[in-house]
Nanobody
Framework: QVRLVESGGGLVQPGGSLRLSCTAS????????MYWYRQVPGKEREQVAL?????????NYADSVKGRFTISRDNAKNTVYLQMHSLKPEDTAVYYC?????????WGQGTQVTVSS
């Protein structure tokens, strides 16, 4: 079955960096568009970034993270990354990996990112 496992979250000071990873299994990873979302309690889940398949030729970012976050993928490792720089307190959230398969959404369990001094 499809499985997405995020890792790499933690506590970081404002201005710091983190790299999140999402390792996938159960589907042909290289064929799938991969997404990162984030959610703060009481708010809707927000799409942060996406990367297309076939080598990741196209990426797209939320305005709030443009220039600070970079999404990438390693198809040999079935892994998608989110490199985050210049982190701000408002980036604090649970970050989720998402993909779709035959019209069905699949989500990971999430990883907590906390930006605080």
């Amino acid at each position: 079955q499809v499985r997405l496992v995020e890792s790499g979250g933690g506590l970081v000071q404002p201005g710091g960096s983190l790299r999140l990873s999402c390792t996938a299994s159960g589907f042909p990873f290289r064929q799938n568009v991969m997404y990162w979302y984030r959610q703060v309690p009481g708010k809707e889940r927000e799409q942060v970034a996406l990367i297309t398949n076939a080598g990741g030729a196209y990426t797209n970012y939320a305005d709030s993270v443009k220039g600070r976050f970079t999404i990438s993928r390693d198809n040999a490792k079935n892994t998608v990354y989110l490199q985050m720089h210049s982190l701000k307190p408002e980036d604090t959230a649970v970050y989720y990996c998402r993909t779709t398969r035959s019209g069905v959404e699949f989500w990971g369990q999430g990883t907590q990112v906390t930006v605080s001094s």
